[in-house]
């Protein structure tokens, strides 16, 4: 989220995870803190997640499994406790993942609208539809935290900044598509999974930014439902 004004370069050193949904699981993780040998609340559920074995006991394999996962999206403290947090983020992958390529199956994103954006904070999906067309998506995307929820309700894409830069935060927001006050798409070099969430923004991968921006343009209809867990 940012307020509405121009820069004349791209800030540079913004990277992003790039790798598809089904690819979030297996990328390399950061250097992990120390390890506890506490089992946590969800153990069973995070353990079947990872492909270990699942007992409901910490050992020391468990513990550097989840602090890779802990390390690859951002979730502190990073120390392989099968908390709630943890725990959240692993079921909102696998509730995204059933999704599959079917994203309007509820139809709550209008179909008579002809080309939109749509954003479900509910599963912290969105995809380009026209009609009833799947254009693009579903990719997972990173909505507003608690107190910065990111509003509901049918909108319109009003302005876009390919090289936007938020003075309220100080942070390049590259592929800026506002449709709403200072809530735009933009893409950020963070996990999409990255808790608690944004200020308000839709963040995206580089790539899904970029799609949208070639995809999307000044007056088509952005439609955003649900609710973030966590808000």
Known sequence: MGDIRRRGVVAAGVTGLVAPLAL?????????ASCTTQAGPYQKQVEKFLGRPVDGKQSAADCKAIQAFQDRHGITPDIGYAGPVTWGVMDLMNKQKAVGSNPNKDGKCPVNKGRIACVNLTLQLSWIQDGKKLVYGPVPVRTGRDGYETRTGLKRIYWRDIDHVSNIYDVPMPYSQFFDGG???????????????SHGCVNMTPTT???????????DDVFVYGRKPGT
């Open 209 to 219: 930014a970029k799609k949208y921006w070639s995809l999307l343009k000044n007056g």
């Open 183 to 197: 809530q735009a798409f933009h893409s950020v070099g963070l996990s999409m999974w990255n808790p608690p969430g």
């Open 24 to 32: 979030a699981f297996t990328a390399a993780p950061a250097q992990a």
